[in-house]
């Protein structure tokens, strides 16, 4: 029973973990994508995630004002740490630290592609029920995910009333979550449900 509880906490824990972790890869993207700084949910997702970014903007900087390194530095460091955490707690010690690096980014790159995968579901819907919605949550997911449909709209542009390039997306999103996080999570040789997948 107690083996039981302390499993259930350490999933809660991961999961709490893996959630902290979509809204610092979150805030990454929206500042890549240059999404509206100043909409309430943008500063909902800077306020949060800003006590873990602050130690990390003192040396790390934006690149070209798009790339925040310090959010991704930070993300990192959060997903790495909390895993040798869990080792220690559960007494299987100090995995090999090449494991855990590889591991920490094969968790950004699943937290960003999930990221973009639920963007594109919500903004699908909203095209159907409310094409012209000016919520700001509506309004952000257009901005957050217009920088990777915009280069597929230019190859394979709407048919009418039709566009196919969502469905593209989707595809090159679950090629890169399985050959790309896929393969840094077997390399890294680590459990998957730990990494966040």
């Known amino acids: 029973m107690g083996s039981q509880l302390g499993s259930a906490g350490l999933t809660l824990v991961n999961s709490l973990i893996n959630i902290y972790l979509f809204l610092l890869m979150l805030r990454f993207l929206l500042q890549a994508s240059r999404a509206d ?5 943008s500063q909902s997702v800077v306020k949060i995630t800003q006590p873990v970014v602050r130690p990390f903007q003192s040396f ?18 959060l997903k790495v740490v909390s ?11 100090i ?8 591991a920490g980014v ?4 699943n937290a960003i592609l999930k990221i973009y995968f639920f963007a594109l579901i919500v903004m699908i819907i909203l095209s159907w029920v ?13 901005q957050l995910v217009e920088p990777i449909m915009a ?3 230019r190859v394979i542009p709407p048919l009418g009333m039709i566009d196919l390039s969502p469905i593209v997306v989707f595809i090159a999103i679950n090629l890169l ?4 996080a896929g393969s840094l999570i077997r390399a890294a040789g680590i459990s998957g449900a730990l990494v966040g997948l």
């Open 177 to 180: 979550d399985g050959l790309v």
């Open 37 to 41: 700084y100043y909409n309430p949910l």
């Open 95 to 102: 995995p090999p630290i090449a494991g855990l690096l590889i």
């Open 106 to 109: 094969a968790a950004i790159a």
């Open 130 to 142: 409310a094409p012209n919605a000016s919520h700001p949550g509506a309004l952000l997911v257009m």
């Open 151 to 153: 280069p597929v709209r």
């Open 60 to 77: 790390l900087g934006p690149v070209a004002g798009r790339f925040d390194l310090a959010t991704l530095a930070a993300g990192f460091v």
């Open 83 to 93: 895993m040798v955490a869990i080792f220690m707690v559960i007494g299987i010690g």
